[in-house]
């Protein structure tokens, strides 16, 4: 069984930092990929950075150069820091795996396991 727990969301001001961190098991690691997916309330979930069983990375153009995805295969644990974090990128954060091989998908219909969500709230 799949299971994807996040933490690490809170409340941060503009321009300061965050790291969400997703504890992932119960998937074929080499043949999935994992991402961090974001929904502001109103809006449609977008991909935010995903990355692939070799490392390979992609991200949302509104997120590059801020935030870096990262994972610990040791740990089965994902990871996304968040810098000079935008009043914009307050969003419920979640955690998504698939089954995927090469450049990671950011289409969300690609992904099969979704965990919970953590909060992020970025005031100005």
């Known amino acids: 069984q799949v299971r994807l727990v996040e933490s690490g969301g809170g409340s941060v001001q503009a321009g300061g930092s965050l790291r969400l961190s997703c504890a992932a098991s119960?998937?074929?690691?080499?043949?999935?990929?994992i991402g961090w997916f974001r929904q502001a309330p109103g809006k449609e979930r977008e991909g935010v950075a995903a990355?692939?069983?070799?490392?390979?990375?992609s991200y949302a153009d509104s997120v590059k150069g801020r935030f870096t995805i990262s994972k610990d295969n040791a740990k089965n644990t994902l990871y996304l820091q968040m810098n000079s974090l935008k009043p914009e990128d307050t969003a419920l954060y979640y955690c998504a795996a698939g089954p995927w091989v090469g450049t990671p998908p950011l289409d969300r219909r690609q992904y099969n396991y979704w965990g919970q969500g953590t909060q992020v709230t970025v005031s100005s």
């Open positions: 990355i692939d069983a070799d490392g390979r990375t």
């Open positions: 119960g998937y074929t690691y080499s043949t999935y990929c």
